[in-house]
């Protein structure tokens, strides 16, 4: 079993830290994708401290993570094609949205909205950790795994609540 530590929207230095409980919850993790909203390179440097991290910019951005980082990207891991993007667009459009942006993905990450998502559409898993450190309208701060089984071809995703 493969596990994937998913974040978004961490939003430093507004927000002066990542949350302490990630390093908990992503210490047996192979990869770390962060769905866009890191605002500043360091935290990349910060969760490559865990595992190696694939990320993509998001609209509220420095512009060092502007020229370093795509707008959105695939990575494969194991068996699972995954699609990273920071906004999706409008909920009742995510799984159009998700289909014509990243055809051939399994799975498709993304932020933006700091609502958590995990959803199945057509085959293809639509994955929003929520925010790590600005909860909004959430009753909490969130991150996400996910679960890639090369053995049975499938993956799962879970949202961790962050108190």
Not at 91 to 115: C, I, L, M
């Amino acid at each position: 079993m493969r596990k994937v530590g998913v974040i978004s929207d961490t939003h430093i230095p507004e927000f002066k830290r990542l949350p302490e409980a990630l390093w908990e919850h992503f210490a047996d993790v192979e990869q770390i994708i962060h769905a866009g909203d890191l605002s500043i390179l360091q935290v990349i440097a910060e969760l490559e401290t865990l595992a190696p991290v694939a990320a993509v910019q998001g609209n509220v951005e420095q512009m060092e993570v502007v020229l370093q980082l795509p707008i959105k990207r695939e990575i494969v891991i194991g068996k699972c094609r995954i699609g990273i993007v920071h906004i999706l667009g409008r909920t009742a459009q995510y799984a159009k949205t998700a289909r014509q942006e990243f055809p051939d993905a399994r799975v498709v990450v993304f932020g933006h909205s700091h609502n958590p998502y995990n959803q199945e559409h057509d085959g293809q898993l639509l994955f929003n950790p929520g925010s790590a450190t600005d909860r909004r309208r959430q009753p909490t701060c969130s991150i996400g795994k996910l679960f890639i089984d090369d053995e049975t071809d499938s993956v799962r995703g879970e949202i961790i609540l962050l108190s």
